[in-house]
Structures are given as C-alpha cells and as structure tokens.
C-alpha cells in the first residue's frame, strides 16, 4: 500500500527555525515533494528530492533518506508569511503517474 | 502566477445539477492532473491526461468524468451533485508524463446547496 504521515499542525516563532517531518511507505518510489499551500489558495513547489541527503535552496531546505522512508523539510529565520500549509508528497514508482499527497502539516509563525 | 489558468473561480450550485470544470495548462505542458481538496482535507488525485490520453486514476467518482482535447485544455465534468462534493477542485500540468514538477493553478471553489 501507500501511505504518507507527516504532523497535522506545528507552531513556531518568528526568526526561529523549524523542521516539517514526513514519513512514506510506498510500493517503489521515484523522489518526494514538497509544496507549499496558503489557505485557499494552489499548492507551489517548494523541492524534489530523488537521491539521499540535503537540498538547499535559499530559506529553505529538505532532506530524504530512502532506506529509512523518511523525509525533512527544514526552514530557516522564519517569517509571518510562511505561515502555511506544507505538502509531502511521494512519487511512486508504479505503472501510471500519480502523485501521493500527505494530508499537510499547519505550521503557525508567532510574533 | 503558475501559468495554469482554470475556470470559473467559483460555482454555485444544487444538488442534482451537472457543472463543467475548465482548466489550461501551461505552455509547453502535455500533462494535466485534477485533484480535489475538501476543507481541512488533503488533496486528493482524480485523474491524469497527457497528450490527449487518460494516464492515471486515482479516487475519481463514475459520476465524474474528465477529458483532454487536441489543443490540450481538459474539462472535469461533476454530475449528479451531492453536498459533499463541495471543494476546491484544482487543476495541475506538467511538462511530461513522469515525475516532473506540477504547477497548479488558482483552483475553482464549487459549493453545492
């Protein structure tokens, strides 16, 4: 089966740093997403990691080890407006293309 | 802006009744997805086209239906209406049919009374 689990919400301070975990359990796997999605509005890509290790890009980072299924998206100095939503999401290696979505984790930025 | 645009932003409707969905994918894309997210819900995969082809399926209702055409816009089609087919229904295109980058677009809101 397929299965993806990542917090339902987190809470974090202004300027802190704070690390989104996912966790997946697929029949084959390409590479993991990760989006990001305001309320009400499209998701944006955010990263996609197909190797292990650590991607950076600017504020944000992620992470993924295969062997363990187990993913991170990691943001730094945050910001009011990365209050969101954040989507793992795994590509599975079967036959026909589609995207697995976790339910997403809340992350509130406080002042 | 993704360059994916999608049609109307938002539907008004009752139950029992037929919509069409409208959704344009990107230039250059030949994939279109449509996902459906219900309030506080994830999103889940409808269906998939490229180039005109259905490619995937995921949790689609047989009350709904989709298609790409030639020019490569693709339309989902909800009928038979219920309440709880009230959600955001979005629209994504990638440039192929592997595990490319999706790019969304703004979504339709479909409210059903």
């Known amino acids: 089966g397929q299965n993806i689990d990542q917090p339902t919400e987190m809470t974090a301070t202004e300027g802190a740093i704070v690390q989104i975990n996912c966790t997946y359990q697929?029949?084959?796997?390409?590479?993991l997403f990760w989006y990001q999605q305001h309320a009400g509005e499209a998701p944006t890509f955010l990263s996609y990691?197909?190797?292990?290790g650590l991607e950076e890009k600017g504020r944000f980072s992620s992470f993924l080890s295969r062997s363990k299924g187990y993913s991170y998206l990691l943001l730094k100095e945050l910001q009011m407006k990365d209050s969101a939503s954040y989507l793992c999401?795994?590509?599975?290696?079967?036959?026909?293309?589609?995207?697995?979505f976790g339910a997403g984790t809340r992350l509130f930025v406080k002042a | 802006d993704s360059g994916v645009t999608q049609t109307p932003k938002h539907l008004i409707t009752a139950t029992g009744q037929r919509v069409t969905l409208r959704c344009s994918p990107r230039?250059?894309?030949?994939?279109v997805y449509w996902y459906q997210q219900s309030l506080d819900q994830g999103l889940q995969f409808l269906i998939q086209?490229?180039?005109?082809?259905?490619?995937a399926k995921g949790n689609i209702l047989e009350r709904f239906s989709a298609q790409q055409f030639p020019d490569l816009h693709s339309e989902l089609n909800l009928s038979s209406l219920e309440l709880g087919d009230s959600a955001l229904y979005f629209c994504?295109?990638?440039?192929?049919?592997?595990?490319?980058?999706?790019?969304f677009g703004p979504g339709t809101r479909l409210l059903v009374l």
């Open positions: 230039s250059g894309d030949l994939s």
């Open positions: 999401a795994v590509s599975p290696n079967t036959g026909g293309f589609k995207t697995i």
């Open positions: 994504a295109s990638s440039v192929g049919v592997g595990e490319e980058t999706q790019y």
């Open positions: 697929t029949s084959g796997f390409n590479g």
């Open positions: 086209y490229y180039n005109g082809e259905e490619r």
């Open positions: 990691n197909v190797l292990d």
